[in-house]
């Protein structure tokens, strides 16, 4: 007899496998690039439920030397960019503002789940100095741009999923400062902010491919 623990184990594996068969194309040459939050690493199920095979997340300390991440992300960046015919970023919290930020400068699509935008409100008392650096971002487009007749070549390129319970971010406060960004915003019902949608982010990420 198997116990429920082991039980847990064999559904969560028998749904990854589900979901690979399901978003996976073959002989993609896509290269997902996913960025971690604040405290967090490599293993954290935002990553880990994604199916995509060419994939790669690298543990960052942000508390130790936040300035650098900018340097090895875009490090790795450039390197898949001469390796994969196309890369697509995604993030969640801190690695959310990450992924927002190279999407802006590289021009790639982007998966932002429950996105940190505004990290030096948040985090100033986590990492040092950094409310004296320059961390806004030019917006892909915002509303007003496209409703003029000037979308930019990133239009519906961004993907963000929010929980409207989040409480680390307060989505009801971000909401009229995100909602004028053009991008597809998927607002969701109760929730947290570690928002664990493996089907949500897997279906976004195949239609950011």
Known sequence: MYDDAQLQQFEQELMQHE???QYDRPNNRTFVIFFHGFGSDEETTKYTCITHQLKSCVTVDFAQDFARAFEQYDQIINEKLNQYDQIVLAGHSLGGYFAHYF??????????????????HYLSDRIKDIETMNLSIEPVYLKQDYLDGQPSAHHNKIIMLIENDDEVLAAADAKPFIEELAYDIRFFNEGHHRICRADEINMALHELM
């Open 103 to 120: 999407a802006s400068k590289y021009e790639l699509p982007a998966l932002l789940i429950a996105p940190c935008l505004k990290p030096a």
């Open 19 to 21: 979901l690979s068969k």
